[in-house]
């Protein structure tokens, strides 16, 4: 638990952002926008006292505890014409700083498990630490393993704060233009914290509470950590937690065993595991998909989290998974 900590403002953008997809969401699908006409809006936000106690009451259950104090202002300027969505803008502005008096008790409950670890009651099922058989620390994993999550799910990890806001403008630009919530905008953090704390309802609540357990988990742990956390709870397909299980379901062998094409076929099973282990469940990869883990292997060359003779290798192999009993 972190006492008095003072947090920049500007790691509440998600805030700002989500609040602002929903506002243009619903002036589209209620007509408010105007075909031609470019159009701005604005939102702020103050009181941190109240803030919280305003929210939902499912809000203030999951997080309960919490405790904030000062002033939180904050807006958001968004130019558009809704005939030519992809040239939206977004323009953030963030004022004052406040004080997190105490930490939300879902996160105070795992904390010993989070940054260290240790067991605690709350974590006895979570591959937390070394205390749990399914636990792999990113040391143990070959290097590659990391880096095909980080191109696939979160190019600019190391460098945000927990939420990338360009990929906030592309999916909102994405959901505009088909009038629907049909793509996210997850970093790896955002998804640690909706695995470790959350439903999987797609909810403006639950982003909401999302939001927060996620700056809280960027601002308590390092980056390293998160990325191991987020690999090791990961849902990989039906009963599969963690990529260590997932090593196994698939290919019968441990993470360090793994080869490059097999962590880019895990990687690629992230967003939408149970679905993808359905189609691949016996054991065969269709070659529009052994091509798009070459796609995946290639960026990661281009972005140096693969070498020239791995991709090479790589290429001149095709993936081979073990059947699936499970349905």
Sequence with gaps: ?????AMSLSRKIWTIAAAGAALLLARVFTQEVKPGVRQAMEDTLVDTANLLAAQAAPVRKVLDGLALAGRLGFSLKSSFDATAWDALSLDVSIAPRCTVKSEPLVFSHLAPALLAGNLVAQ????????????????????????????TSEDSHFYSHNGFDVEMIRHALVQNLETQTFGRG????????AKNLFLTQHRTLARKLEETVLTWR?????????????YLNVIDLGPGIRGVR??????????????RPIESAYLATL?????????RFRDGHVDDGWQQRL??????????GRLSAADLAAARASRLSLRRMNRP
């Design 245 to 258: 299980q997932a090593s196994r379901a698939y290919f019968g062998k441990g993470p360090a065993q793994l």
């Design 1 to 5: 638990m972190i006492d008095g900590e």
């Design 185 to 192: 905008a997850s970093t790896i953090t955002q998804q640690l």
């Design 123 to 150: 974590a006895v099922n979570l591959p937390l630490g070394k205390y749990h058989p399914d636990f792999t620390s990113l040391a143990e994993m070959p290097k590659h393993l990391p880096m095909a999550f980080l």
């Design 217 to 229: 988990l960027n601002n308590l742990l390092s980056k390293d950590r998160i990325l191991e956390l």
């Design 294 to 303: 070459y796609d995946l292997l290639a960026m990661m060359n281009r972005s």
């Design 270 to 278: 992230a967003p939408n595991p149970h679905v993808l282990a359905r």
